[in-house]
């Protein structure tokens, strides 16, 4: 951690844990004061299911690492707010207002109040990205592209996933208990890279390849901010913590895994307990990759070495952060969420094109080229999906912590808004969120869109679809809804008292020479 990190660290402290009172008791009828609750779930998929993360069918073979749901519960007075991570792809919105309602049902925690973030592991279980029966209506070829051709959801396990998913914010709503909790960041720079790069030949590139002599340079930010909020009961025992970083899961250590995030979890339990529960919400990564372009080195950029770089240097940020704030921490007020349904145009294919698909996906993969068939069946599908569905429910949702706020949108969101999210907020600790409460695909900046831009983040397909202002309507909105809410100081250390001891008496002594 730099020295400038530490400064932050400590600035940001002193600002926002001043003047906190202490917990309130719950004797005499009075509401309680701040509380947490930590669980976690195994949401582990069997071998031979689905793997998702591509554009066409793979499967499990074997298991690295378990996948997990883990979720924290923060209550202050009648207020109460869930924060969910899961080890996977993603989460569909279906899921999650299903999710939801359970949820409410069994403790009463208000929907809105909810925010369910998938870590965007590509070695994960089979939530979709098609739902089962989502396409039923379509004409025979393209409900044979979505269900034999294309990563869908299998039922049993999304069955699953939901019930650990309700099992385990019911868990941690029980398990809150008085506690005291702080907020801070780290900064880790070296693990995660912008993968799109402008080229010499007037356009960007997504992955141009290591050492590629005709890079000029990156076409996007990363965020190398290590956020997180972590909580401690009154007796001093490390309950769990949120931790926000923008990377995706693409590291794939070898089989089902929870991808880098496995590291991350047992980074923080080697110092702070393996009881602590480690709840991983993605930042805005959708351009941010592990995957260093530029590097001049001969080194592993995927399997488990990566795997345990990314979550290892993570984890350290996260620790060192965490032992920063730890003897400041108090209790958190307020607590509070917002959410919003953004309605967002898809970009539909021309007629033309689409013909043109049609041609293609009609003939054996094996027999064309492999990208261009597989372009040409995300138009065919796109098509079918528009017809039913040309407008896309986007949810954008703040869900806030005494002055940390979280701020998330269902998007594979490109890094630079995440930082203008930062820029916008009012927080001093705000921590964007990405692929929270369903999917929408890759939503890129409107320059990646430009003639200048480029990669296959901006290709028109089935799952990345959305018109070209949509970026920046979700960041508006996510500012919007900060703006709505009133950052809450955070107690700080007790004032030291007016000196009136002695010096320490072997301290006090002058030099000796002979």
């Known amino acids: 951690m730099t020295a400038r990190c530490l400064f932050r660290i400590s600035f940001c402290l002193g600002l926002l844990f001043a003047g906190v009172a202490g917990v309130a008791g719950v004797a005499g009828g009075a509401e309680p004061g701040f509380q947490a609750g930590f669980a976690e779930r195994d949401i582990t998929p069997e071998i031979g299911m689905e793997a998702p993360g591509g554009y066409g069918k793979a499967y499990h073979r074997s298991l690295h690492d378990p996948c997990k749901v883990r979720a924290a519960v923060f209550g202050e007075g009648s207020a109460r707010v869930a924060i969910v991570g899961i080890d996977a792809l ?211 950029q995927f399997g488990e070495v990566s795997a345990r770089y990314v979550g290892g240097r993570v984890g350290a940020e996260a620790i060192k952060t965490l032992l920063a704030v730890e003897q400041a921490a108090g209790p958190l007020a307020p607590v509070a969420a917002q959410s919003r349904v953004l309605k967002i145009k898809r970009r539909a294919p021309k007629p033309e094109r689409v013909a043109q698909a049609l041609e293609l996906v009609k003939q054996e993969p094996g027999k064309v080229d492999a990208t261009e068939w597989t372009f040409a069946k995300e138009i065919v599908v796109l098509d079918a999906r528009i017809k039913k569905e040309p407008i896309a429910d986007v949810e954008v949702e703040a869900v806030q912590v005494g002055p940390a706020v979280f701020l998330s949108c269902p998007a594979e969101y490109f890094c630079q808004y995440g930082l203008d999210i930062k820029a916008g907020s009012k927080f001093p600790f705000t921590f964007p969120v990405s692929l929270a409460n369903d999917c929408v695909g890759y939503v890129p900046t409107e320059e990646a869109l430009s003639p200048q831009g480029g990669g296959y983040e901006t290709r028109l397909t089935a799952y990345s679809n959305l018109e070209p202002t949509a970026g920046r309507q979700m960041a508006e909105a996510l500012i919007g809804l900060a703006a709505g809410l009133q950052p809450g100081a955070v107690p700080s250390p007790p004032p030291l008292p007016k000196f009136q001891g002695q010096p320490w008496s072997y301290g006090r002594v002058p030099p000796e020479l002979d």
């Not at 340079?217 to 965020?223: C, F, M, S, T």
């Not at 307990?273 to 372009?293: R, S, Y």
């Open 90 to 300: 993603f989460i569909r919105r279906p899921t999650v207002l299903a999710i939801r309602r359970q949820i409410q049902d069994k403790c009463g925690i208000a929907p809105e109040a909810v925010m369910i973030a998938a870590s965007h592991s590509h070695a994960a279980g089979p939530m979709g990205y098609f739902l089962p029966g989502e396409l039923d209506g379509a004409p025979p070829l393209v409900k044979s592209l979505v269900y034999d051709k294309s990563v869908t959801a299998n039922p049993e396990y999304l069955a699953r996933v939901e019930r650990e998913i309700v099992a385990a914010v019911v868990a941690a709503d029980a398990a809150k208990a008085p506690a005291r909790a702080a907020a801070g960041f780290g900064r880790e720079e070296r693990a995660a890279f912008n993968r799109r790069f402008r080229m010499r030949e007037g356009f960007t590139m997504t992955h141009p390849g290591q050492g590629n002599p005709d890079i000029i340079e990156p076409a996007g930010p990363i965020d190398p901010q290590v956020g997180v909020l972590g909580a401690w009961s009154e007796q001093g025992e490390f309950l769990g913590c949120v931790v926000n970083f923008a990377c995706h899961g693409t590291t794939g250590p070898g089989g089902i895994s929870a991808d880098w995030i496995y590291y991350l979890e047992k980074t923080i339990r080697g110092l702070m307990g393996e009881k602590a529960v480690v709840v991983f919400m993605p930042g805005m990564a959708g351009d941010v990759t592990q995957v260093d372009n530029r590097s001049p080195y001969q080194i592993k």
